[in-house]
């Protein structure tokens, strides 16, 4: 949707600086960066969680409406809860494997030697998703939060507002 309608973000070119200067010690590269790569590089590994996800998210009762359901998502791992298909609980875990291989690959052409750590890191954490038959109830749970969704979200809407100034709120 990106490539759709703003195909400014995703693509490499010099950007308006951002105003807010950035704090020195970032647990989440997403909440400054507008960087293409960044941005490319974070949608893949809120995907890779979204794919390891075995209970679908259920959002919190919207504040506008009372009338709204919870809603839930749709992306969710096949769980194997009577030992039947093993097989495609195998090819499931091996696609898992190759995302999280791609992804590793991916961070290894980041040109900054800094932000290639900050990703190896992230990556090795988001990866323990993979130990978890139920991740969501693991010590990784963090990474299939609905505020690591927001994050990203956040991301990608200020690099929208910085590369795509027809959209600003503050365009004239």
Sequence with gaps: MLDAHFPAVLREGPAPPMTESAPKDLR??????????????????????????????????STTSGDEPERQTTLTRQKDDDGGDDEATNRQQMDLLTRARKLWAFAQTLPNPQDRATYDKELKNVAGLLAYENPEESPMSKYLALERREAVAD????????????????AG
């Excluded at 941005?39 to 959002?59: D, S």
């Excluded at 991301?155 to 503050?170: D, G, T």
């Design 155 to 170: 991301q990608i809407n200020r690099a929208i507002l910085s590369r795509c100034p027809q959209v600003s709120p503050f």
């Design 28 to 61: 989440y590269l997403s909440s400054t960066s507008t960087d293409p790569a960044h941005l490319l590089l974070n949608l893949r590994i809120l995907a890779f969680c979204e794919a390891c996800r075995t209970v679908p998210l259920v959002y919190p009762p």
